[in-house]
């Protein structure tokens, strides 16, 4: 099993910048492609950005230029740096990662999710 614990969520105002992490922990081969997605008031789930195991990244249109998303593999961590937030950008952000364990299986792991809240 693996553990996914998020953290740096909170109120910030529109402008403004947080940085949010998650910390994998638990038994695992390889950590593979690390995800953050949101999920606001009456929406549907969205993927904010991806990074692969070899850090090739992917962004929503609506993030890109604004966020940026990264990973320590040596911490088993992946974070999103959030400029120029918007009240648009309120949300659930939810981390993802993807692991083969030690049976050779690929699984699929989410975080509880941090909350975004962009408000003046």
């Known amino acids: 099993q693996v553990q996914l614990v998020e953290s740096g969520g909170g109120l910030v105002q529109p402008g403004g910048s947080l940085r949010l992490s998650c910390v994998a922990s638990?038994?695992?081969?390889?950590?593979?492609?690390m995800n953050w997605y949101r999920q606001a008031p009456g929406q549907q789930r969205e993927l904010v950005a991806a990074?692969?195991?070899?850090?090739?990244?992917n962004y929503a249109d609506s993030v890109k230029g604004r966020f940026t998303i990264s990973r320590d593999n040596a911490k088993k961590a992946v974070y999103l740096q959030m400029n120029s937030l918007k009240p648009e950008d309120t949300a659930v952000y939810y981390c993802?990662?993807?692991?083969?364990?030690?049976?050779?299986?690929?699984?699929?792991?989410w975080g509880k999710g941090t909350l975004v809240t962009v408000s003046s």
């Open positions: 993802n990662v993807g692991v083969t364990d030690f049976r050779f299986r690929n699984v699929n792991y």
């Open positions: 638990g038994s695992m081969l390889t950590l593979n492609a």
């Open positions: 990074i692969t195991s070899d850090f090739s990244t």
